[in-house]
């Protein structure tokens, strides 16, 4: 049974579904609002055994019939069936409990991603990005308008973003968010004297963005004409749905791909979506990877039918079950 963790309203994991369903294989989806139980626990010289209990479809299943874990987003949503909100010490017994059942889905069953990717460090990855011999944007985190000032007057443009992918807010001086926002002069010259820590870029031109989705050692290149239209100009994820960007494929040159297979290997991730820019110069800019990032656009408007090689990918690497 291929086991799938996922988010109840992610599109590309049921397009994904419907090629198992194609194949015949027998799958199970947990969806983070999914409330599992563990009924049983053991570890033993041969095997292990560890019984869940799905509240939301009122089923119980064993870890040990898993022939393949599939880390789409979200959270496998463990609790004990006792009440122990304030009880400190055996939130941690409970907590040590979650990390084993994450441990044996990466470790004991083959797999494709993991929960632990979520909190990738997108500082961590510029610097890596950087060590790997890819260009990337000028970049500061500030708490000063001095020291923002300063780093503007060595900028064209200037955009911010927030350090954590998963952030999204509109309070504030800016725009915290993880679309890249322009940050406009006078915008700078109201600011107050000091502000909590904001990561600001250089803005790169672009000729295409690139958005590439990689499965190990294989990358999907697609090129977005974003530069076209205003409202999508500083960053294709603010969608104009009324009028699409134009996407083709994109063929990226050895030397890129063995930079980014090389950062991906340092981050140990298997499988993701990353953003570049390709300039009007011809330099390849690297922006920053999410190892959950959407693919469905890519997918549908190049061929490159992503959702079908996740299928095959999983299925050529299942294993064989004792359940």
């Known amino acids: 049974m291929i086991l799938i963790c996922s988010d109840i309203a992610d599109e590309s994991t049921n397009h994904v579904i419907d090629w198992l369903k194609f194949y015949k294989r027998k799958y199970l989806r947990i969806n983070t609002n999914d409330h599992l139980v563990i009924k049983s626990l053991s570890i033993n010289n041969n095997e292990q055994d560890i019984i869940l209990y799905n509240h939301s479809t009122q089923s119980t299943f064993n870890l040990r019939s898993v022939s393949f874990f599939w880390y789409r987003r979200g959270d496998i ?153 205003e409202k999508t100009a500083t960053d294709y994820r603010n969608y104009n749905y009324a009028k699409p960007n134009r996407i083709t494929t994109f063929q990226l040159p050895d030397i890129i791909k063995n930079k980014l297979l090389w950062l991906n290997q340092q981050l140990r991730l298997t499988s993701g979506s990353i953003d570049m820019i390709l300039t009007p110069t011809n330099r390849y800019v690297f922006l920053e990877i999410n190892p959950v990032g959407q693919f469905g656009q890519i997918s549908k408007n190049t061929n490159y039918d992503i959702e079908k090689v996740i299928a095959d990918y999983i299925i050529t690497n299942e294993k064989k079950t004792s359940v």
């Open 77 to 229: 949503n463990i609790q004990l069936d006792k009440d122990i909100n304030y009880m400190d010490y055996l939130k941690s017994e409970e907590q040590k409990l979650k990390e084993y059942i994450h441990y044996y889905l990466v470790h004991k069953i083959p797999s494709l991603g993991n929960f632990y990717d979520n909190n990738i460090n997108k500082l961590i990855v510029l610097d890596k990005a950087a060590e790997a011999g890819l260009d990337i944007p000028q970049t500061m985190v500030t708490e000063n308008k001095l020291q923002l000032t300063l780093f503007r007057e060595q900028t064209a443009e200037l955009i911010t973003k927030s350090i954590d992918n998963n952030i999204s807010s509109n309070k504030g001086d800016y725009q915290t968010s993880f679309l890249a926002t322009k940050i406009k002069d006078e915008e700078i010259a109201a600011a107050d004297p000091d502000f909590f820590y904001t990561l600001f870029q250089g803005y790169e031109p672009k000729a295409v963005e690139l958005r590439i989705f990689f499965l190990k050692e294989r990358f999907y290149t697609a090129a977005i004409a974003s530069q076209l239209d």
